[in-house]
């Protein structure tokens, strides 16, 4: 009995030992250079991306040379709020591609989110219904970090980005991060 009741409190131990350290990353400051927060970025990126590890990605280089050529088709898998800040121009929503993705043409459908997790999982379920899209390596703001841009709603260039939270602001020193 004693030792039972030992190894309940190092499971909890253990437990409020993991709770500590999520809660001190996610209040861990951005790094104060660009550099730093793109290596943060990767290193996120690095983690979450073991979750669909079958899912085709694109670099955020070889996407922005995709958008320059017109073939681009950026699917945005963020939620409304985040969405109403700013997009990467010619952003649709994944409920307006699956709808009719044929409708798009030639275009290359690309996943993204602010690093690049719910994209994953989105290009994982469409592949699981027969559609090719590819995950946006690190997401909105390896976008940025590649040189890429935003737009408001009605099509302009902005400098703010929503980063889902705190932990993930992230974006180039140049722009003003929401969350």
């Known amino acids: 009995m004693e030792g ?18 999520l809660a001190l990353a996610a209040c861990q400051s951005p790094p104060a250079d660009n550099a730093g927060r793109k290596a943060r970025i ?7 991306k073991a979750d669909f590890p079958s899912v085709a990605e694109i670099s ?6 995709l958008a320059r050529q017109g073939r681009l088709l950026p699917i945005d898998t963020r939620d409304a709020a985040e969405r109403a800040v700013s997009t ?3 952003a649709v929503t994944p409920q307006a591609y699956l709808a009719d993705p044929g409708r798009f043409g030639e275009k290359v ?14 290009a994982k379920e469409a592949a699981g219904k027969g559609l090719a899209v590819r995950n946006l ?21 902005v400098k703010t980005v929503h980063v889902y939270g705190r932990s993930w602001d ?5 722009y003003r991060a929401l969350w």
Do not use: N
């Open 88 to 90: 990467l121009p010619g």
């Open 60 to 65: 955020p280089k070889d996407a922005l040379e």
């Open 109 to 122: 459908p690309v996943a993204y989110c602010t690093i690049g997790y719910r994209s994953g999982v989105f």
């Open 4 to 21: 039972a009741r030992m190894l309940w409190r190092g499971h909890r131990l253990v437990v409020l030992l993991a709770v500590l350290a």
């Open 170 to 174: 992230l974006a180039p020193l140049d």
């Open 42 to 48: 990767a290193a996120l990126y690095a983690k979450y």
């Open 137 to 157: 390596a690190e997401g909105i703001l390896g976008w940025l970090h590649a040189g890429g841009g935003l737009v408001d709603a009605q099509g302009r260039p």
